[in-house]
Every structure is written in C-alpha cells, then in structure tokens.
C-alpha cells in the first residue's frame, strides 16, 4: 500500500481485519456482485458501471478510471464539525471493504494481481466544509504514466493506491 501522509494518518484509526461485507453500501455490493469485464481497448472495467455512459476516453487508462470512479455513498453520514472523525471513520471504512471486494474479484476474474485501488478522501460540500470519498481502479502498465504521480507529495486530499495484497485479513469483503 502506498499513501500520502494524509492517508496515513486516517488509515492509523481503522482495524481493516474488522472490516466485513457490511461496510460496503449496497449499490456497490451490486457493483461486486457484477463483476469485471474488458471492453475493446482492453481496459479492466467493472460491468455494472460499463453501463453508465462513459465520456470517450483517449487511452486504457483514462477509459478505466472514468468507468470504475465513483464517489462513496455518505448520505447517511453525520455532518458538521462536531462528526468529522465518525464521518471519516465511516467513510474509510466502506471504501475500504469495497476496494478489497473489488480487488479479489479482479484477481480472480483476471488471474492476476495488477489491477489498483485507489481511495481517496477529500474536502468537499458547497463550503469544503464536508469530507467525501471516491474509489477508483486501473491497472498500471509500462507504457502508460501512473495514475496518482508522485502519490506520497499529494496535498490537500488523503490517498491511498492499494493492490489485493494489501487486503489480507480483510478479503472476504
């Protein structure tokens, strides 16, 4: 796993071996359920979200992280100031459990390890007052530039890229 210091520092408060199928909201549990597929580019795309009119994407890359990228579910988190550690708590939480699902899927569905998570968390809202999460999976490769650059010096967001062998102990996710 790698982060940035962000990242680190929400990830020092969550027990991942206490994560379970219910940390993931369940339009996603769907998401899961659906599993991946690979579109005429060769891009690693999750089916059920293929479904969504994507914008036309230049590369793989690009193809993947505009049909795999979602914002997390957090409309039955608390808001306000006094609820800022529960709502990140909450919202780690779920990405999390559905990165790992998302991840052992791909690993059995492609055979292999190289697909990516990556979770972020952010300020957000109409006054950036509001933490949000987005998720987001690609698989890296030699001939195209990394996602996240330079992951580690990333500022004003909390990122993590996670591989499936970051999600033992927590892959029945």
Known sequence: MRTNQQMRKLLEGVDPAGLSPSDV??????????????????????????????????DRLAEETTVNGRGM???????????ADERADALLRRCLAYAAA??????????????????SLS?????????TAYVTFCTPRPDTPPYVAALEQVRGTAVAELSVHDCSGWEAA
């Open 73 to 83: 579910t957090d409309h039955d988190l608390p808001t306000g100031p006094a609820a």
């Open 25 to 58: 909201p369940p339009m996603f549990r769907e998401v899961v359920e659906r599993g991946w597929s690979v579109t005429g580019s060769g891009a690693r795309v999750l089916t059920a979200l293929l479904l969504v009119p994507a914008v036309a994407a230049f």
């Open 123 to 131: 300020p957000g809202g109409l006054d950036e007052d509001l933490l």
């Open 102 to 119: 998302c991840l052992c899927a791909a690993r059995d569905r492609f055979r292999d390890d190289a697909v990516r998570a990556y979770v």
